[in-house]
Protein backbone atom coordinates (compact mmCIF):
# COMPACT_ATOMS: atom_id res chain seq x y z
CA UNK A 1 0.00 0.00 0.00
CA UNK A 2 1.12 3.58 -0.37
CA UNK A 3 3.02 5.37 2.47
CA UNK A 4 -0.24 7.72 2.47
CA UNK A 5 -2.52 5.01 3.64
CA UNK A 6 -0.45 3.78 5.96
CA UNK A 7 -0.31 7.15 7.40
CA UNK A 8 -3.74 7.23 7.61
CA UNK A 9 -4.63 3.83 9.13
CA UNK A 10 -1.68 4.33 12.02
CA UNK A 11 -2.79 7.49 12.50
CA UNK A 12 0.46 9.30 12.70
CA UNK A 13 1.79 12.68 10.94
CA UNK A 14 3.26 11.73 7.17
CA UNK A 15 7.03 12.52 8.48
CA UNK A 16 6.99 10.02 11.28
CA UNK A 17 5.56 7.97 8.66
CA UNK A 18 8.15 7.71 5.78
CA UNK A 19 11.07 7.51 9.04
CA UNK A 20 9.52 4.29 10.30
CA UNK A 21 8.91 3.40 6.94
CA UNK A 22 12.87 4.14 6.45
CA UNK A 23 13.85 2.03 9.05
CA UNK A 24 11.50 -1.03 8.58
CA UNK A 25 13.07 -0.90 4.80
CA UNK A 26 16.66 -1.12 6.07
CA UNK A 27 15.58 -3.95 8.29
CA UNK A 28 14.16 -6.11 5.61
CA UNK A 29 10.81 -6.13 6.77
CA UNK A 30 9.23 -3.56 3.89
CA UNK A 31 10.32 -3.40 0.37
CA UNK A 32 9.41 -0.08 -2.19
CA UNK A 33 7.90 -0.67 -5.03
CA UNK A 34 8.79 2.17 -6.81
CA UNK A 35 6.81 1.39 -10.22
CA UNK A 36 3.80 1.72 -7.99
CA UNK A 37 4.80 3.71 -5.68
CA UNK A 38 3.49 1.40 -2.95
CA UNK A 39 5.59 -0.72 -0.28
CA UNK A 40 4.95 -4.15 0.19
CA UNK A 41 5.96 -6.74 3.29
CA UNK A 42 10.27 -7.86 3.01
CA UNK A 43 11.94 -10.92 3.35
CA UNK A 44 12.33 -10.29 7.08
CA UNK A 45 8.72 -10.19 7.20
CA UNK A 46 8.22 -13.46 5.57
CA UNK A 47 11.59 -15.30 7.56
CA UNK A 48 9.30 -14.12 10.94
CA UNK A 49 5.89 -15.76 9.56
CA UNK A 50 7.45 -18.64 8.18
CA UNK A 51 9.68 -18.92 11.35
CA UNK A 52 6.94 -18.88 13.44
CA UNK A 53 4.88 -21.54 11.54
CA UNK A 54 7.70 -23.88 12.19
CA UNK A 55 8.37 -23.09 15.61
CA UNK A 56 4.45 -23.17 16.60
CA UNK A 57 4.12 -26.99 16.38
CA UNK A 58 7.87 -27.72 17.04
CA UNK A 59 6.73 -26.14 20.81
CA UNK A 60 3.94 -28.11 21.30
CA UNK A 61 5.69 -31.47 20.31
CA UNK A 62 8.94 -30.69 22.24
CA UNK A 63 7.71 -29.32 25.32
CA UNK A 64 7.00 -32.82 27.27
CA UNK A 65 9.98 -34.22 26.30
CA UNK A 66 11.97 -31.45 27.72
CA UNK A 67 10.08 -31.61 30.63
CA UNK A 68 10.70 -35.03 31.08
CA UNK A 69 14.39 -34.34 30.54
CA UNK A 70 14.26 -31.77 32.89
CA UNK A 71 12.68 -34.14 35.65
CA UNK A 72 14.93 -36.94 35.05
CA UNK A 73 17.87 -34.44 35.68
CA UNK A 74 17.35 -31.87 37.87
CA UNK A 75 19.18 -29.49 35.29
CA UNK A 76 17.67 -26.53 32.97
CA UNK A 77 17.22 -27.48 29.32
CA UNK A 78 16.47 -25.33 26.39
CA UNK A 79 15.16 -25.92 22.80
CA UNK A 80 16.42 -23.59 20.29
CA UNK A 81 16.43 -23.11 16.33
CA UNK A 82 18.78 -21.24 14.02
CA UNK A 83 17.96 -18.08 12.46
CA UNK A 84 20.88 -16.92 10.01
CA UNK A 85 23.87 -17.36 12.40
CA UNK A 86 22.02 -16.74 15.44
CA UNK A 87 19.83 -18.85 17.74
CA UNK A 88 16.63 -18.35 19.08
CA UNK A 89 15.72 -20.11 22.55
CA UNK A 90 12.10 -20.79 22.31
CA UNK A 91 11.32 -23.06 25.26
CA UNK A 92 13.57 -22.47 28.15
CA UNK A 93 12.48 -25.36 31.17
CA UNK A 94 14.03 -24.04 34.01
CA UNK A 95 14.70 -26.62 37.07
CA UNK A 96 13.75 -26.41 40.76
CA UNK A 97 16.13 -24.11 42.46
CA UNK A 98 18.09 -23.46 39.40
CA UNK A 99 19.39 -19.91 38.64
CA UNK A 100 18.09 -18.00 36.10
CA UNK A 101 20.24 -17.89 32.83
CA UNK A 102 20.45 -15.72 30.22
CA UNK A 103 19.13 -17.98 27.59
CA UNK A 104 15.43 -17.59 28.38
CA UNK A 105 12.55 -17.79 25.63
CA UNK A 106 13.12 -15.47 23.03
CA UNK A 107 16.44 -14.39 24.00
CA UNK A 108 19.25 -14.43 20.10
CA UNK A 109 23.02 -15.23 20.77
CA UNK A 110 25.38 -16.11 18.20
CA UNK A 111 25.21 -19.60 16.84
CA UNK A 112 29.07 -20.05 16.85
CA UNK A 113 29.28 -19.25 20.69
CA UNK A 114 26.49 -21.96 21.50
CA UNK A 115 26.14 -25.46 22.30
CA UNK A 116 22.75 -25.51 20.59
CA UNK A 117 23.85 -23.72 17.64
CA UNK A 118 27.29 -25.91 17.39
CA UNK A 119 24.80 -29.06 17.56
CA UNK A 120 22.88 -27.89 14.89
CA UNK A 121 25.75 -26.59 12.34
CA UNK A 122 27.72 -30.07 13.38
CA UNK A 123 24.77 -31.68 11.75
CA UNK A 124 24.48 -29.20 8.68
CA UNK A 125 26.38 -29.65 5.31
CA UNK A 126 29.92 -27.24 5.80
CA UNK A 127 28.92 -25.76 2.57
CA UNK A 128 25.55 -24.52 4.11
CA UNK A 129 28.47 -23.51 7.29
CA UNK A 130 30.50 -21.80 4.89
CA UNK A 131 27.60 -19.72 3.55
CA UNK A 132 26.43 -18.79 7.04
CA UNK A 133 29.95 -17.66 8.09
CA UNK A 134 31.20 -16.18 5.12
CA UNK A 135 34.44 -13.55 5.96
CA UNK A 136 35.84 -12.60 8.78
CA UNK A 137 32.80 -9.80 9.92
CA UNK A 138 30.54 -12.68 10.33
CA UNK A 139 32.50 -13.33 13.84
CA UNK A 140 31.94 -10.09 14.84
CA UNK A 141 30.57 -10.96 18.34
CA UNK A 142 33.87 -12.19 19.84
CA UNK A 143 34.97 -14.83 22.63
CA UNK A 144 37.98 -15.84 24.07
CA UNK A 145 37.12 -19.60 24.02
CA UNK A 146 35.18 -19.18 21.19
CA UNK A 147 35.77 -20.04 17.28
CA UNK A 148 37.04 -16.76 15.56
CA UNK A 149 37.80 -17.44 11.94
CA UNK A 150 35.96 -20.94 9.65
CA UNK A 151 38.53 -22.63 10.03
CA UNK A 152 38.32 -22.52 13.80
CA UNK A 153 34.78 -23.37 13.83
CA UNK A 154 34.44 -26.17 11.05
CA UNK A 155 37.18 -28.15 13.41
CA UNK A 156 34.78 -27.52 16.01
CA UNK A 157 31.82 -28.48 14.52
CA UNK A 158 33.93 -31.98 12.90
CA UNK A 159 34.88 -32.98 16.44
CA UNK A 160 31.15 -31.89 17.68
CA UNK A 161 30.04 -34.61 14.55
CA UNK A 162 32.57 -37.42 15.58
CA UNK A 163 31.08 -37.20 18.79
CA UNK A 164 27.86 -36.93 18.51
CA UNK A 165 26.93 -33.96 20.79
CA UNK A 166 28.14 -30.23 20.94
CA UNK A 167 28.90 -28.20 24.18
CA UNK A 168 30.21 -25.00 25.24
CA UNK A 169 31.94 -24.54 28.46
CA UNK A 170 32.21 -21.14 30.31
CA UNK A 171 31.22 -18.90 26.94
CA UNK A 172 27.99 -17.64 27.48
CA UNK A 173 27.74 -18.08 31.17
CA UNK A 174 30.72 -18.25 33.43
CA UNK A 175 30.73 -21.15 35.53
CA UNK A 176 28.20 -22.92 33.79
CA UNK A 177 28.43 -25.19 30.68
CA UNK A 178 26.33 -26.72 28.58
CA UNK A 179 25.86 -30.08 26.00
CA UNK A 180 23.64 -30.36 23.24
CA UNK A 181 22.23 -32.82 20.80
CA UNK A 182 20.29 -32.05 17.43
CA UNK A 183 16.74 -32.29 16.62
CA UNK A 184 16.35 -33.72 13.45
CA UNK A 185 13.16 -33.67 11.07
CA UNK A 186 12.03 -36.50 8.28
CA UNK A 187 14.59 -35.56 5.61
CA UNK A 188 17.40 -35.52 9.05
CA UNK A 189 17.80 -31.90 8.77
CA UNK A 190 18.71 -29.97 12.27
CA UNK A 191 15.19 -28.02 12.83
CA UNK A 192 16.64 -27.26 16.64
CA UNK A 193 18.32 -28.54 19.32
CA UNK A 194 18.09 -29.32 22.75
CA UNK A 195 20.71 -28.07 25.46
CA UNK A 196 20.74 -29.06 28.78
CA UNK A 197 23.14 -26.43 31.11
CA UNK A 198 24.84 -27.48 34.59
CA UNK A 199 27.20 -25.54 36.89
CA UNK A 200 30.99 -26.21 36.61
CA UNK A 201 30.94 -26.59 40.16
CA UNK A 202 29.48 -30.55 40.31
CA UNK A 203 32.51 -31.24 37.98
CA UNK A 204 35.77 -30.58 39.85
CA UNK A 205 38.98 -32.23 37.94
CA UNK A 206 38.83 -36.00 39.09
CA UNK A 207 35.63 -36.29 39.75
CA UNK A 208 35.47 -36.01 43.17
CA UNK A 209 32.85 -33.51 44.53
CA UNK A 210 34.42 -31.89 46.91
CA UNK A 211 33.18 -28.28 49.64
CA UNK A 212 32.89 -25.19 48.24
CA UNK A 213 35.29 -23.73 50.36
CA UNK A 214 37.89 -26.42 49.71
CA UNK A 215 37.92 -25.84 46.13
CA UNK A 216 40.62 -23.97 44.40
CA UNK A 217 39.93 -21.86 40.74
CA UNK A 218 41.63 -24.55 39.06
CA UNK A 219 39.28 -27.64 40.63
CA UNK A 220 36.27 -25.51 39.81
CA UNK A 221 37.40 -26.22 36.33
CA UNK A 222 34.79 -28.07 34.59
CA UNK A 223 35.88 -30.99 32.30
CA UNK A 224 33.18 -31.15 29.76
CA UNK A 225 33.61 -34.78 29.47
CA UNK A 226 32.56 -35.35 32.71
CA UNK A 227 29.72 -33.38 32.06
CA UNK A 228 29.02 -35.33 28.30
CA UNK A 229 29.10 -38.66 29.71
CA UNK A 230 27.12 -38.11 32.35
CA UNK A 231 23.97 -35.88 30.68
CA UNK A 232 24.70 -36.80 27.00
CA UNK A 233 22.33 -39.94 27.25
CA UNK A 234 19.34 -38.41 28.80
CA UNK A 235 19.76 -34.93 26.09
CA UNK A 236 20.21 -37.81 23.25
CA UNK A 237 17.06 -39.55 24.71
CA UNK A 238 15.30 -36.62 24.37
CA UNK A 239 16.75 -34.90 21.13
CA UNK A 240 15.40 -37.84 19.31
CA UNK A 241 12.28 -38.36 21.26
CA UNK A 242 11.61 -35.32 19.81
CA UNK A 243 12.76 -36.03 16.03
CA UNK A 244 10.35 -38.90 16.18
CA UNK A 245 7.72 -36.87 16.75
CA UNK A 246 8.62 -35.12 13.78
CA UNK A 247 8.19 -38.04 11.72
CA UNK A 248 11.52 -39.10 11.09
CA UNK A 249 12.34 -42.48 9.76
CA UNK A 250 14.99 -45.21 10.27
CA UNK A 251 17.66 -45.07 13.09
CA UNK A 252 19.73 -42.10 13.93
CA UNK A 253 23.32 -42.05 14.73
CA UNK A 254 24.08 -43.15 18.46
CA UNK A 255 26.53 -40.70 20.65
CA UNK A 256 29.43 -41.78 22.59
Known amino acids: MAASVIARDVGVPRSTTYQLIAALVDDG??????????????????????????????????????????????????????????????????????RPLVTDTGVRLPAHLTASGRAMMAQ?????????????????????????????LQDLLSRARSLGYAWEQDEITVGYSSVAVAVLDRERYPVASVTLTVSNRAFPPGGARRAKDAETPEERALRIEDVAREWIPEVNRCAREISRRLGIRGRLPLTR
Open 124 to 152: MDPAQVAALFPGPEAFTVRNDNGPQSLPA
Open 29 to 98: FLVHLPEEQKYALGVTAHELGTGYSRQAPLQRIARHPLAQLVGRTRRTAHLAVMHGRDVVYVIEERAPRQ
